[in-house]
């Protein structure tokens, strides 16, 4: 993006997202200071602790809501699995990402997308999605379904029509359970300005969870939206994860109490 020089200066050029993120660079010089954007408070009813956040330093982070974990004919449904948990978060999460959208916070996927060659996914891996080497692999097509293993560009890698990501979004595929390896997934929220994160998706005590473990440790301030995630194990899990996330992780919040806090503020439609 350019700025029009003023009469007697030179034209500038940002190399960045925004001048918040960003050089402006002209031909003999480069201005670093990158300028704060305004601090847009957002009030969020949490445990342990009540939390305030930055909306323009926040981002609805969603992992895996995708075919394969969500719908029937998917890859979890083809193996008996009962997937009516993980369809449990689409409605909230509706209302979450248009709430987002309008607030002009991103709204970021992550979801599983192997290479369909596996050169990049290690025998442990592979073992962890076929035990016992009798199922379906990993980018293998699966008789009668429309699924081929969280292959990259598949169907079953597709996020769930009910929520299908904007043109507006980011998208991110990754190839572990976390989304913060061999991934971009941190660059991109860095090059966004994003310190705070939002956390949704499936399943809750495996992707979201090593998801949201690895934001912590690389410094992100996280909050994990409680009714926007789900996992197909049993309760004990869910148990877990929530009393780990606000004993050691972060926070966990409810949506409802996300959407007050963005309408409380005005930021929504905005």
């Known amino acids: 993006m350019s700025v029009a020089p003023k009469p007697g200066e030179q034209s500038t050029i940002l190399m960045g997202q925004d001048a918040s993120r960003g050089w402006q660079v002209s031909h003999d010089h480069v201005d670093m200071s990158r300028p704060a954007r305004p601090l847009r408070p957002l009030f969020l009813d949490a445990e342990p602790q009540t939390v305030t956040v930055d909306a323009n330093k926040s981002a609805l982070l969603i992992v895996d809501m995708q075919n394969d974990f969500c719908t029937q004919g998917g890859w979890l449904h083809s193996r008996g699995i009962d997937i009516t948990p993980?369809?449990?978060?689409?409605?909230?999460?509706?209302?979450?990402?248009?709430?987002?959208?309008?607030?002009?916070?991103?709204?970021?996927?992550?979801?599983?997308?192997?290479?369909?060659?596996l050169l990049n996914i290690a025998p442990s891996l592979q073992h962890a999605h076929n035990p016992h080497g009798n199922e379906t692999n990993l980018a293998q097509p699966v008789p009668g379904t429309r699924s081929e293993v969280i292959a990259a560009g598949s169907w079953g890698a597709r996020v769930v029509d009910e929520i299908n990501p904007g043109t507006g979004d980011y998208q991110i595929t990754k190839h572990r359970f976390s989304a913060?390896?061999?991934?971009?997934?941190?660059?991109?929220?860095?090059?966004?300005?994003v310190t705070t994160l939002l956390v949704c998706g499936v399943n809750l005590d495996q992707c979201v969870m090593t998801t949201l473990e690895d934001a912590t440790f690389l410094g992100y301030d996280v909050i994990l939206l409680e009714d926007c995630a789900a996992t197909t194990s049993p309760d004990y899990c869910v148990q877990s994860v929530l009393y780990n996330v606000k004993l050691l992780f972060g926070f966990v919040a409810r949506s409802t109490t996300y959407l007050q806090a963005l309408d409380a503020e005005g930021y929504a439609g905005k």
């Open 86 to 117: 993980n369809r449990k978060p689409i409605e909230p999460l509706r209302k979450a990402i248009a709430a987002s959208r309008e607030a002009d916070i991103p709204v970021v996927w992550v979801n599983w997308g192997v290479r369909k060659d």
């Open 180 to 193: 913060f390896w061999d991934c971009e997934t941190d660059a991109v929220l860095r090059n966004l300005g």
